[in-house]
């Protein structure tokens, strides 16, 4: 099924107490955890520098009741935020889980404000769907670059050792399920035995894996993936070798708002602020503010597998503080009609359909009315000219299903026991977005990559102790 592999062949070349395959957000913040907590620490990293999925994403993390929130006077509480978990859930993710990322999301925000310096902020001129407060919490440039690079760098200040161009592609396991460490290829072709006492997947799950993706995805099967590549998904291959529980290997971070042929991310930001999406006959087609991930799904059902996403200046200076948006801005994505007739022009959609949309849509806002597929709408969301189109298609940001964990990131075996000494965190665990896209709420991917990482990187210390 892929080219990961176990050996129960026990010999090592070199022990560690504690090993983590990749050095993303649930990587480097379970080797900060771990190393803080005074167990040394080795990270395995594919690539020659860290990055991952992580830094492709807005690095946008929610978390509640922290003191930026407070702050601002934003009223909110790890149950608030549990409860919009498990409502666009639809009560299927894991209450442990749930219950241990939604009451370790604000410690972990501050943890990394307060001991690495990274400067959060919240973001509070606009929010996603589902979310019942304003709790995203961002770096200044909006980026998982910036994130990834402050954790690589507080890694570093930390002597936490992450060799770099190294790939794991062999478990090696005792027959009860104990690990015992990673083969790993080098990147000059040499292969070496690392042993642990602890091991923690942070591997990401299998966007980046076709085969994986049109057998458990099939909706998503052709679809562009926006994820990492090196996300080939080793742990629920593992996992599956080894006899874990996966869980939910259908759920997904879609994201129904991809620029082409650009592949830019055009944030979701533009739809709550009272943008639509119509697809080449100048029709909607749902309701867009569901949320970005299943409306990937939704736009590649349309003709041509596109749609455009339209909104107003307003919105487009929303928008703007995402260097993505700016980048479709200066790639020429973005066009400009003085008059919805004009815009129908650029865009090449039948006017008359399209303007029948829109004005439908603008004098819904302004009564604060419901459209027929349930959207309800808002007189501030109220567009003016000129106005803004960008094409857009659906894709694949990265998958949701994986090794099924407790709330601290062990794994389980099939009968829901736990495997002694093996953990997971991020997109290599289950995470709690229950079975489809639709149950992704926005942020639900850095949220169970930070906080499980952090979870999984104390619980291996103790698992060592005891
Ligand atoms: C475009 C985009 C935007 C997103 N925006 C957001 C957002 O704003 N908020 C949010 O919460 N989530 C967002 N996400 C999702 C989020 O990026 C991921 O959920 C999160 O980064 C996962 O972190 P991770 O540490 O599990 O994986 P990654 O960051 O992908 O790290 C995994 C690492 O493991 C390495 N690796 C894999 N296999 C091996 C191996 N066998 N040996 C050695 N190394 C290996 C990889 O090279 C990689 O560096 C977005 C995703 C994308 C693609």
Redesign the pocket.
Known sequence: MGT?SISFDADVDVEVPLLI???????LCAALAATEAGIEVLV????AV?????????????AAATRLQRAKGIVDSPQLFAADIQRKAKGEADAAVVDAVAHGSGPLVEWLMDRYGLPFEVVDNFNYPGHSALRMHGLPTRT?SEL?DRLRQAAERGDITILPQ????VLLAEPDGRIRGVE?LRGDGERERIGCNALIL???GFGGNPDLVRRFIPEMGDALY???P???G?AVMWGEALGAKLAHLGAY?G?GSVATPHNI?ITWAVIMQGGIQVNRDGSRFCDESQGYSEQAAEVLRQPGAIAWTVFDARIAAVARQFEDFRAAERAGAILTGDTVAELAGAMGVPAATFASEWMDVENLKAKSGQDHYGRQYAPEQLCAAPLHAVKVTGAL??TQGGLAIDGVGRVRRKDGTLFPNLFA????AAGVSGSSAAGYL????????TVL?RLAGQAAMLRRRG
Do not use: K, M, W, Y
């Open positions: 990961v395959v990749g050095a993303g957000a649930a990587g395995i990293e594919r690539d860290p990055a991952g999925s992580t830094a492709l994403s807005a690095g946008l993390i929610p998982g990834v190294r790939v794991a592609d790993i942070a591997c990401n926006f994820g990492h090196g996300n080939r080793d971070q994201h991310l940001f990265h965190a991020g997109g290599a926005s942020g639900n991917g850095l949220l169970t990559a990482g």
